[in-house]
């Protein structure tokens, strides 16, 4: 079950990217990276050297919703503060 979410997510989050115009997939590419079959991260690298980073962001917003909706909620401002802690480490990231 565990590795069935994880696959999902990756799915999602990778497809997510690319429907907000971030970069392009394809449906072998995205079941290449959703399962992390051979030569996936080569794959992901071919299109282009901040899709890795977009994507590890994308990422990070699914485990955290999945954690909002399955974990004892905090309170509103910690959420934020959270949200603006993740969003500023990855702009770095890319902008490096």
Same mark, same amino acid.
């Given at each position: 079950?565990?590795?069935?979410?994880?696959?999902?997510?990756?799915?999602?989050?990778?497809?997510?990217?690319?429907?907000?115009?971030?970069?392009?997939?394809?449906?072998?590419?995205?079941?290449?990276?959703?399962?992390?079959?051979?030569?996936?991260?080569?794959?992901?690298?071919?299109?282009?050297?901040?899709?890795?980073?977009?994507?590890?962001?994308?990422?990070?917003?699914?485990?955290?919703?999945?954690?909002?909706?399955? @974990?004892? %909620?905090?309170?509103? /401002? $910690? =959420?934020? !503060?959270?949200?603006? @802690?993740? %969003?500023?480490?990855? /702009? $770095? =990231?890319? !902008?490096?």
């Amino acid at each position: 079950m565990r590795r069935a979410r994880e696959i999902v997510k990756r799915a999602a989050a990778l497809d997510t990217g690319a429907i907000e115009g971030l970069y392009e997939v394809d449906r072998g590419f995205t079941y290449t990276v959703a399962f992390e079959t051979a030569a996936w991260e080569v794959e992901l690298a071919k299109k282009g050297e901040n899709v890795r980073p977009l994507f590890e962001a994308q990422l990070h917003a699914y485990d955290y919703v999945l954690d909002l909706a399955t @974990k004892p %909620s905090q309170s509103p /401002r $910690r =959420r934020f !503060a959270y949200c603006m @802690k993740l %969003s500023a480490a990855h /702009r $770095r =990231r890319i !902008a490096s």
